[in-house]
């Protein structure tokens, strides 16, 4: 009898196991990424109103390293563009941050910025 409860519990643990294995699809793990952006962005500009150099400095980093995931599969010249555009301009932030250059921040997070908005308008283009 315990062999027979076994025989039908074990398909059922062996579908929920593998269900629990399924990656995160594509779209949602790009909407959590963008999200995370956004909140590292807003974190900059905390830092840049406060003079808050270390807060500046650790939302660049993490945005510069999560904008080197490959975002989507577009291989176009112009996003490709936008995209090192976007590594420059966290670079350069995170060099003003190390700093403590308060203008050259401002500057990098206004550039960086204006890559954001292009790189979603190009999206919504295509």
Known sequence: MVCGIAMVLMPAMFVRSQQAEKPEPQM?????????????SK?????????????????????????????????????RTQNQVFWFTTGTLMTAAEQKNLDGAMLSYTQMMHTCVNCHQLIRRQ
Do not use: C, P
């Open 28 to 40: 949602e793990v790009q909407k959590r990424d963008m999200q995370k952006k956004l909140d590292y």
């Open 43 to 79: 974190n900059i500009l905390d830092g840049l109103v406060t003079e808050d150099f270390d807060k500046i400095l650790a939302s660049a980093k993490s945005l510069n390293t999560l904008a080197k995931h490959k975002w989507m599969q577009n291989d176009s010249i112009a996003y």
